[in-house]
């Protein structure tokens, strides 16, 4: 079956504007992950979805980050008014029932802000 | 001092060596994950476990719980294992974040 899927694959975008990045879990998966990996930094988990909720939000870097899912299945991933330090691979993964499982990761989406 | 600690942070092997990599950690956990990042970026998960040891081809993984440690092992390395080895701790609880070590480069020459 397919995998997890991402788009865009690569973004560019000035600084201010907003950006919307989308994940599609693997079918039936009910948990979604979302993270960030800075150029040359390791990986950085932002937020988990169990179903459509998100029981914590606090790994969002700030208040311009937000993520929702609909359905139970495809996930967004909103960034307002994008900053230079916004620029990184974000990753998405899925598991099927939860976070004691294996994740699957998507290809990433590159952003760049300039 | 970073919650995951991994070591080396570089690693350079001949084709057939035995590796090792290390992996310890100062929070308590559920589960440890081994991850292989390809040089294209993809991630692939390689093992979870939260005791004693996981084999899985030429990879092995075992943990420590008690030392808070665990290390992941590659037997007739190949150039083919070439990657970036990542490993995660996840704490437990309802966040579902997992903390990440800033990994291991690997590489193998033939």
């Given at each position: 079956g397919a995998g997890v899927s991402q788009s865009p694959s690569n973004k560019v975008t000035e600084k201010g504007k907003d950006v919307e990045l989308r994940c599609d879990p693997i079918s039936g998966h009910t948990a979604l992950y979302w993270y960030r990996q800075s150029l040359g930094q390791g990986l950085e988990f932002l937020i988990y979805f169990q179903g459509n909720s998100?029981?914590?939000?606090?790994?969002?870097?700030?208040?311009?980050f937000s993520a929702e899912r609909t359905g139970g299945s495809v996930s967004t991933l909103t960034i307002q008014?994008?900053?230079?330090?916004?620029?990184a691979v974000y990753l998405c993964a899925s598991s099927?029932?939860?976070?004691r499982e294996t994740q699957y990761f998507g290809p990433g989406t590159r952003l760049l802000v300039l | 001092k970073n919650e995951v600690e991994q070591s080396p942070q570089n690693l350079t092997a001949q084709e057939g060596e035995f590796i090792t990599i290390n992996c310890s950690y100062s929070v308590g956990i559920s589960a440890l994950h081994w991850l292989q990042q390809h040089p294209g970026g993809g991630i692939v998960s390689l093992f979870m476990l939260s005791s004693g040891k996981k084999k899985h081809g030429r990879l092995i993984a075992t943990i420590n719980i008690q030392e808070k440690h665990s290390s992941l092992h590659i037997t007739?390395?190949?150039?083919?294992?070439s990657a970036v080895y990542i490993c995660a701790a996840d704490p437990g609880g309802s966040q579902g974040n997992l903390i990440f070590g800033k990994g291991t480069k690997l590489s193998v020459k033939p």
């Open positions: 998100a029981p914590d939000k606090s790994g969002l870097p700030s208040d311009r008014r994008t900053q230079q330090e916004d620029s099927l029932y939860g976070t | 007739a390395s190949h150039p083919r294992d």
